[in-house]
């Protein structure tokens, strides 16, 4: 069974184009998160929620909205693409707990490419 | 200045050499530092968190925290070819920030 896993693995569409990417994790952790990794492969957060409610939130264009209907989803709302978004875009989990051990779970990823 | 450097490589290294792969970083803040590995189009991987000054060793991997010089390695020893895979850096502030800086990450690739 996959721990974490996204949907769709790979998405090409035009610009100016609106497109959900979706993450469910079935490792009942509180904690998700969604990465942006660029094509020299820097990993970079963009958004966290903790059990449902917004945790952090990095300098990203407004276009990008995520929504967690509950804990153990996470979707990614894009509007308007653009060509710079072109990215392979990580969804990750984590129990969520503070201390040592809260180790960040990822999915394999989402490969959108902007036209 | 980035908040964690390091070397991109690439990294090319013969069967059952050992690897050194480093990572420095500016703010001493951060408390806990991890080093994911990440396969070609797969999701980076845990393989090791340390949270303390000094060494952790797990297997053929060794994880190193300097705090006062703002640096941390990782040792691979006896490396495979299975070891060939990027290698990320990263940090935490820890408590309840659960948010991870990570490097650029090192390309590794081990030659049979």
């Known amino acids: 069974d996959t721990a974490v896993s996204q949907t769709p693995k790979y998405l090409v569409t035009q610009m100016g184009n609106d497109k959900s990417i979706k993450c469910e994790q079935n490792?009942?952790?509180?904690?998700m998160y969604w990465y942006k990794q660029d094509s020299k492969k820097f990993l970079k957060i963009m958004f966290s929620?903790?059990?449902?409610?917004?945790?952090i939130n990095e300098t990203v264009p407004n276009r990008f909205s995520p929504k967690s209907p509950d804990k153990a989803h996470l979707n990614l709302h894009i509007n308007s693409l653009e060509l710079g978004d072109s990215a392979v875009y990580f969804c990750?989990?984590?129990?969520?707990?503070?201390?040592?051990?809260?180790?960040?779970?990822f999915g394999p990823g989402t490969r959108l490419t902007v036209l | 200045q980035k908040e964690v450097e390091q070397d991109p490589g690439p990294l090319s290294v013969p069967e059952g050499a050992i690897v050194s792969l480093n990572c420095t970083y500016s703010?001493?803040?951060?408390?806990?530092f991890m080093w994911y590995r990440q396969y070609s189009r797969k999701g980076p991987e845990l393989l090791m968190y340390t949270y303390s000054s000094g060494n952790k060793e797990d297997g053929r991997f060794t994880a190193q925290v300097d705090k006062s010089s703002k640096y941390i390695s990782l040792f691979i020893r006896d490396s495979q070819p299975s070891d060939s895979a990027t290698y990320l850096c990263?940090?935490?502030?820890?408590?309840?920030?659960?948010?991870?800086?990570f490097g650029k990450g090192t390309l590794l690739t081990v030659n049979p």
């Open positions: 929620y903790n059990n449902k409610e917004l945790i």
């Open positions: 990263a940090m935490s502030y820890g408590g309840s920030n659960y948010k991870l800086t």
């Open positions: 490792l009942g952790h509180d904690t």
């Open positions: 990750a989990s984590s129990r969520g707990s503070s201390g040592l051990t809260d180790t960040q779970y």
């Open positions: 703010n001493s803040a951060f408390q806990y």
